[in-house]
Structure formats: structure tokens, C-alpha cells
């Protein structure tokens, strides 16, 4: 086992990242305690060692032409305006049937009520989802 | 809202480093490519939420850390998902030949896949960082004496894995022993 006090300074020895006081407060121990002799030949490897086994992995030339494809294939998927056609037909077809059931069910004065009441949820169920997808590029 | 020529010199200005970011945590150098793709995916949906409350870098590297990490997140799930008891096997056969081999044998590449994550991730961008704890600590969003001691926890892991290597001085030759 090295001495604690001096892994870090021959770990710091190893990459050449040392004051001269400290490499040779280093040079003078290492020059007398064998355990971190030993520590300083094994750690010498390591350092050696660890550039060539990490490598140097690079990006492919055309990564910058990858993402601009994605994101465009991104945006016309997000910009389709199938998923608010869809949901208008929706909001119609529950309308309709309200149309139908609710005059035998409620006065004119209400049915006015709900139909306008209808009409401010689609509006803003609309308006949410346009937010949040940006479509008015805020 | 940016257009394409803005976002494309951001691309230029960021790829390389997301790219070793993702690199570091995932370990591979096509995963860490579709990674970073994934992760200006990504930063092209957040920007018009960008409103300028840290400095550029520091956003870009919090969405490509938490991209990185989501992506590792659900490659867990997966795993975990489709384990069967062929897979465990095979695993556990791989394992066992793995023990079974000589230390000597085993490379700095094992001896890395071997130590802690963190260390492993920190020790990593270090190198493809040209050994710089500034780089380090912004890419991963770490104080810099946190890098250092990551850097230095990993480095005496691999020694303290090096060291377990037999000598390879004074071993009897078998092929001599068996001749006499």
C-alpha cells in the first residue's frame, strides 16, 4: 500500500502536474519507500496505457446533414394539421348529437349556454395544443 | 424562434462535445452518434423555451446529459425486459470465461469496463477532453475538485486491477519442464 499523503501527488507525479517543490518532495519518497515506488510503476502504466484504450472516436462527416434531416422529419410530422381536422370532426360529431338530444332536454336559453360553452372548450383545447406543439412560433 | 443556418452553426459550435459527452456514458461510438442526433433533436424542440438564464453551453449539456441518461434509462428497461433464462446463461457463461481467464490477458479496455461508472465516464471525457478538468466539469456539470477526485478514484481502481496481474518473472516454462 502506498502513503495515503502521497497517492494524489504521484497520481498528479505520473502527469506531469506538479510544482517543482512538490515533484521533488515526490522524487526524495519515492526514493525510499518501495510501496509507492510500486504505486508510481503502476500508475505510470495506466497513464500509458489509457489514451490507446479510450481512443479517439470522431462523428461521421455527414452527422450535421442527419439531424437537419430528423428535425425537418420532425416538423412536418408536427405540423400536420390531421390530429385538429380530427379533432374538429369529433367536437362536431359530439355537437351534433347534443343538437338532437339536449332541445328536449333544456329551454332555447340554456341550449345557448352549453352551445357557446362548447365552442370555448374546442377554442381552447385548440389554442393548448397549438402552444404547446409552437406553432405560433412564440 | 431560430432558423435552419442559426441552428446549424449552433450544430457546428456544440456536435463535438455532445458527441464525447454521449460517448462517455454510453461507451460506443455509433450509439453516442444517434445519440447526439437525438439529443439536437431535442435541443431544436427546447430552443424557443431557451431564455438565456444560463449560458448557452451549460443548457446544451444539461439536455444532453439528461438525454444520455433517459437513453441508458430505457436501454435498462429493455434488457431487463426481454431477459429470458437462455440470456441469463449466456451471460453468466460469458462472466464465468471472463474470471476464467489469465489477468494477463485482460487489456486496459477491461480493466475500464471494470470500474465504477462515474469513474469510468470522468476518466473517459478526460482524454477526449485533452486532459482538461474545466472541460470535464462543464461537459458533465460537476465542480471541478469532484472531476479530480472521480479522475484520480478511477486511475488507482485500474492500478489497484493492474497490480492483481500475476509476475511473470520466475515462472517455470512448462514447455522446459516437460522436455526434462
Not at chain 1, 351534433?96 to 362548447?118: E, N, R, T, Y
Not at chain 2, 456514458?25 to 437525438?38: I, P
Not at chain 2, 431487463?80 to 446463461?89: G, H, I, N, P, T
Request: hydrophobic share 45%.
Amino acid at each position: 500500500m502506498p502513503c495515503r499523503q502521497f497517492e494524489d501527488l504521484i497520481l498528479d507525479y505520473c502527469e506531469d502536474a506538479l510544482a517543482p517543490e512538490d515533484r521533488l518532495r515526490v522524487e526524495t519518497h519515492i526514493a525510499e519507500c518501495l510501496p509507492c515506488r510500486a504505486f508510481l510503476e503502476i500508475q505510470r502504466e495506466v497513464e500509458a496505457a489509457l489514451p490507446a484504450a479510450i481512443g479517439r472516436p470522431a462523428l461521421s462527416p455527414a452527422f450535421r446533414e442527419r439531424v437537419l434531416r430528423r428535425i425537418a422529419g420532425q416538423d412536418r410530422e408536427s405540423r400536420s394539421w390531421l390530429p385538429l381536422a380530427l379533432d374538429a370532426i369529433g367536437f362536431s360529431a359530439l355537437a351534433a348529437m347534443a343538437g338532437i338530444l339536449l332541445p328536449a332536454l333544456v329551454s332555447p336559453a340554456q341550449l345557448v349556454w352549453i352551445v357557446f360553452g362548447a365552442c370555448a372548450a374546442f377554442l381552447w383545447w385548440t389554442g393548448f395544443r397549438m402552444l404547446r406543439e409552437n406553432r405560433f412560433h412564440l | 424562434m431560430v432558423d435552419v443556418p442559426e441552428f446549424e452553426s449552433l450544430i457546428e459550435r456544440f456536435q463535438g462535445k455532445v458527441f464525447r459527452l454521449a460517448y462517455s456514458m454510453v461507451g460506443d461510438r455509433a450509439a453516442a452518434e444517434d445519440l447526439s442526433q437525438e439529443v439536437f433533436v431535442r435541443i431544436w424542440k427546447a430552443l424557443p423555451g431557451y431564455r438565456g438564464e444560463s449560458s448557452l453551453a451549460t443548457w446544451v449539456f444539461a439536455i444532453a446529459r439528461n438525454a444520455c441518461l433517459s437513453r441508458r434509462r430505457r436501454e435498462a428497461a429493455r434488457r431487463a425486459a426481454s431477459l429470458d433464462v437462455a440470456a441469463v446463461r449466456a451471460e453468466a457463461e460469458s462472466l464465468h470465461a471472463r474470471e476464467d481467464r489469465h489477468p494477463r490477458e485482460l487489456d486496459m479496455r477491461d480493466l475500464l469496463a471494470r470500474i465504477s461508472e462515474k469513474h469510468r465516464r470522468v476518466l473517459t471525457l478526460y482524454y477526449l477532453e485533452d486532459r482538461s478538468y474545466e472541460q470535464v466539469a462543464e461537459l458533465l456539470g460537476l465542480p471541478v475538485g469532484t472531476v479530480k477526485t472521480h479522475l484520480h478514484r478511477g486511475k488507482k481502481e485500474l492500478g489497484a486491477l493492474l497490480a492483481r496481474r500475476p509476475k511473470e518473472e520466475g515462472l517455470p516454462c512448462p514447455a522446459v519442464n516437460s522436455k526434462t
